[in-house]
């Protein structure tokens, strides 16, 4: 199955939905924890939504804080099999996002007002607009994958909040070990919206400890989210315009990754390695090595890349 693009915000009309329906008798309240459902059992960053209460626990809610809205049904054996993935996710990201669940057979008007085909079907609301992410059941990496670069547009959409919990932990999540505190000083500059700080906690993190895949891949996003910001509208044509312009290739391969283009980023600046030459050349590699570390060594796309790109280089 082909998953859209990730990133096209209003991609879906809510605006039917800003308004919510009075409350039907027996109908959940807002806020209420996802519970045990046939699909996944409650988490701490996870809320069931209805009608009644999406305006409130999605749309007013995505203004601070990435919200992903899970459609589900206890009769899809595939939501079965992705709801826990997203539950363990919502854990471990500790509020960095919320997940919210929406069974499409209790809500039939919202799956129908999102033109819900199929489920499990994933999307994202940042500032009220959606971020269509996937259709289908996907494993733990790939969903994984998703919610980083959800995670990565919404920094650059300067939507840097936090949530707090929401529901009721189980007793495996009560368990779990604190954040890690050697990324603290990132997540804090970057709560604040503060990217040359975080950049900078980064960077003195790997001065100690250069092998930290998690605080190399972070410094990667969030020098990718500084680089796009402000990216002048007439680059593309530069680019197109000027093949061995290596600052225009490399600005339109950082737009096109933050618009969930990660291919086309990755062919663009393969070209452009075996367009160029000498420092150019070891330039554009260098950069090329960046953006593998933003979307995952462990991504198929990166993987076949990497091959391209010493393909190029030899």
Do not use: C, W
């Not at 009075?22 to 996944?40: E, N, V």
């Not at 919210?100 to 607009?129: E, F, H, K, M």
């Amino acid at each position: 199955m082909s998953q859209p693009n990730f990133s096209r915000p209003g991609a879906i009309d809510l605006s039917s939905l800003r308004k919510p329906a009075a409350p039907r008798p027996g109908a959940a309240t807002p806020g209420a924890p996802a519970a045990p459902g046939g699909a996944a059992t409650g988490g701490a960053y996870v809320l069931n939504v209805t009608e009644p209460t999406f305006q409130a626990d999605v749309i007013e809610r995505s203004i601070q804080v990435p919200v992903i809205v899970e459609f589900h049904s206890p009769r899809s054996e595939a939501s079965l099999a992705l709801s826990p993935i997203l539950v363990r996710l919502s854990t471990e990201y500790a509020g960095k996002f919320l997940l919210t669940r929406i069974d499409i057979d209790a809500n039939p008007q919202l799956a129908q007002a999102v033109g819900v085909q199929s489920v499990p079907l994933v999307i994202a609301v940042l500032r009220g607009q959606v971020v269509p992410l996937f259709q289908g059941a996907v494993g733990e990496p790939e969903a994984r994958q998703y919610v980083d670069q959800l995670l990565t547009v919404a920094v650059a959409n300067g939507i840097t909040g936090r949530t707090d919990p929401v529901g009721q932990a189980g007793a495996e999540e009560a368990a779990e070990p604190e954040p890690d505190p050697r990324y603290e000083a990132a997540e804090n500059a970057l709560a604040a919206g503060d990217l040359d700080g975080a950049i900078t906690a980064y960077e003195v993190l790997l001065k100690e400890t250069p092998n930290d895949a998690e605080a190399k891949a972070g410094l990667a996003r969030v020098q990718l989210v500084k680089r796009t910001r402000d990216v002048p509208a007439e680059v593309r044509t530069r680019a197109a315009d000027n093949p061995t312009d290596i600052e225009a290739q490399q600005l339109v391969a950082d737009v096109d990754l933050m618009g969930g283009h990660v291919e086309d980023a990755f062919a663009r600046l393969i070209k452009t390695v075996q367009l160029t030459a000498g420092d150019e050349r070891d330039a554009v590699r260098k950069h090329l090595l960046e953006l593998f570390e933003v979307v995952g060594a462990d991504d198929e796309r990166v993987v076949k890349a990497r091959r391209r790109l010493m393909a190029a280089l030899f």
